[in-house]
């Protein structure tokens, strides 16, 4: 699969910016069969899973600080999927990435851990101003 994160930006904390990741899935496979992951990765910090959304059901998984603020969404039919990010806080400053985590059958489960995900897309700078 190949990802296109885009939607990044700066914004004064308390705003809002939407994520959306695109996706090319090749030939054989469809876009329902992945479960879609976002990651961020702060300047000298670990990679840390956001939020994820399982497969054909859409399930979703948050970490526990962005509970409440940010929304992951999936739509089958134009193979992305968005993070509506709203109070927006500085310690979200990272860049974003989207990647995938093949199942093959429809699941209720993600799973937050980005050893799971295989494919990943360029990674899109959130900024958050105090």
């Known amino acids: 699969v190949q990802l296109q994160a885009s939607g990044g930006g700066l914004v004064q904390a308390g705003g809002s910016l939407r994520l959306s990741c695109a996706a090319s899935?090749?030939?054989?496979?469809?876009?329902?069969?992945?479960?879609i992951g976002w990651f961020r990765q702060a300047p000298g910090k670990e990679r840390e899973g956001v939020s994820c959304i399982s497969t054909a059901d859409g399930s979703e998984y948050y970490k526990d600080s962005v509970k409440g603020r940010f929304t992951i969404s999936r739509d089958n039919n134009k193979n992305t999927v968005n993070l509506q990010m709203n109070n927006l806080e500085f310690e979200d400053t990272a860049v974003y990435y989207c990647?995938?985590?093949?199942?093959?059958?429809?699941?209720?489960?993600?799973?937050?851990?980005?050893?799971?995900?295989?494919?990943w897309g360029q990674g899109t700078q959130v900024t958050v101003s105090s």
């Open positions: 899935v090749f030939s054989g496979f469809t876009f329902d069969q992945y479960a």
């Open positions: 990647a995938t985590d093949f199942y093959g059958v429809t699941t209720s489960i993600c799973n937050l851990d980005s050893r799971y995900y295989d494919d």
